[in-house]
């Protein structure tokens, strides 16, 4: 999805319906509500679920939770900035 797309959502007071479950855990993330998006993505056993999951978990400043989801998702980069990160989720996320 385009990030402006993305963000043009963000003033909406909830997510749209039809919104995949992990672009909708980085719309709550972006909302400031983390427990929301975490709870989103906390059983999610897909590597995208994974991916936000590791996120989540390095917003969080858990840096050993994080590489866990990171390696189980795959993926061994990821963004020196957590905004840089969770744009490139958002575009990479299939929408």
Same mark, same amino acid.
């Given at each position: 999805m385009r990030i402006d797309e993305f963000r043009?959502?963000?003033?909406l007071e909830a997510p749209p319906g039809d919104l995949p479950v992990t672009l909708t855990a980085l719309w709550w993330d972006a909302k400031g509500n983390w427990a929301q998006a975490h709870e989103l993505?906390?059983?999610? =056993?897909?590597p995208e679920g994974m991916a936000v999951h590791a996120?989540?978990?390095?917003? =969080?400043?858990?840096?050993?939770?994080? =590489?866990?989801?990171?390696?189980r998702a795959?993926?061994?980069?990821h963004r020196p900035k957590l905004e840089a990160e969770w744009e490139a989720l958002v575009e990479g996320l299939p929408g």
């Open positions: 043009s959502l963000l003033s993505v906390d059983s999610l =056993e897909t996120y989540l978990h390095r917003k =969080e400043g858990a840096a050993s939770n994080a =590489e866990y989801w990171y390696s795959g993926r061994k980069f």
